[in-house]
């Protein structure tokens, strides 16, 4: 017998026995959201004797008790691997390389049983895939199903310390009319595995597509109901990998883990700056080198920009990687503080490698390299730089320093210019390396284009 449903309004609350495009409530379109009716008996298990407020100091702590998967860029993310009992949703676009990622994480957790339940491929696939990678995942239970009961009943009759389901939009409760994929199921699968997670200490991994419009899939519903999200990341012509903690309930977020995919599956980058920094476009002009951080990482990369007169009434301006508004900022702090006026020109500014920044400290490097383009003069070789531009034209101090001077160093950079407020944090670690404090960007100009 089918369980009773209900469609209820996201937006409002509101409640209807069938779908409706439009909640005659709120006036939303397209709310409507299948889900399970809870018997009146549902709730009522839930109420116990009265719980009694404690003091703050009485309530014990003790340290996470954390799996390690033995892959470092992993552990990195998640602040030392995966929390016993704990739902986590493993983000990305198709072919990005989710399921190859898993299945490595499966074989490094050696003698911890994994289960890997696929809805996705055929058990066949998976074997096919699984004698690509190495080490390979040998003693990796697996389970070709979809069906929500059963997966359910799987995982609770094995005795798995990790489960990975491959992928969440497969899962389908027959509860539901809801097709498979669809919010409704997505969402009742995520609870009742997170349910299933807690009450066992297993730690589920779902993975899940990402949708056209870039959101997780059943929109931003599973991100709330899952205790960490991991998103895999990576543009297709490029064979690296970025895994970002977007959410985590047990560690930190804006942590990267860097990957490269090659024929035996996802290899760790411990040191990705190399990749980011193409050494064959040294002593070209329209080229700056950025020192900046991605959570607590410090990378190189190379910043590239092109000012070309234009021919047409409205001049383009692309950016590729960093934020377009900070590059209009850019444009008119040079404009209107250092009279560089941009006007006639097209202006092409990209972030070499295909990387995505959000650190602010691209600034500098961004105006340096559109300032190399515009005279065609290069910045002298073995130089790189960070700082935050303000509107006056100031440059402004960013947050860990000393990291970025180091990775600097460490790849054989000579010459630093960095925020003036900068300097002194850095003096310490600088050694060999030169350092050019200023506070302006026209003393950064004078000093790199003397
Ligand atoms: P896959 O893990 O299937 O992606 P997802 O689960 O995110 O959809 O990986 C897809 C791509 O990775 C596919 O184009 C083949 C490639 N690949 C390799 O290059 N090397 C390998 O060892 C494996 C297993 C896959
Ligand atoms: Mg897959």
Redo the contacts with the bound molecule.
Sequence with gaps: MKAQTVYICQNCGATSARWTGRCPVCGQWDTFVEERRERAGDRTQYRSTPAQPLPLSAVGTHPLERLSTGIGELDRVTGGGFVPGSLVLVA??????????L?QVCAALGSVQSLYISG?ESLEQLRL?AE??RPSPSTLLVLAETELEAVCTAITQSTAAVVVI?SVQTLYSPDLESPPGSVAQVREAATRLQKLAKQRGTVIIL?G?VTKEGLIAGPKVLEHIVDTVLQ?EGEVPYAYRILRALKNRFGPTHELGFFE??????RELPNPSALFVSRTSAGESGVAIAAVLEGTRPLLVEVQALVTPSAYAVPQRTMTGYDSRRLQMIMAVLERRLGIGLRQYDLFANIVGGLRLDDPAVDAAVALAIVSSYREHPLPADTALFGELGLTGELRPVRLPELRVNEARRLGIRRLLLPKANADAVAEVAETLELIPVDRLSLALAHLFP
């Design positions: 990305g676009d198709p072919g990005v390389g989710k399921s190859t990622l299945l996705e895939r690509r990678i491959d993975i597509h895999l995919m090659t024929a035996t599956g996802l």
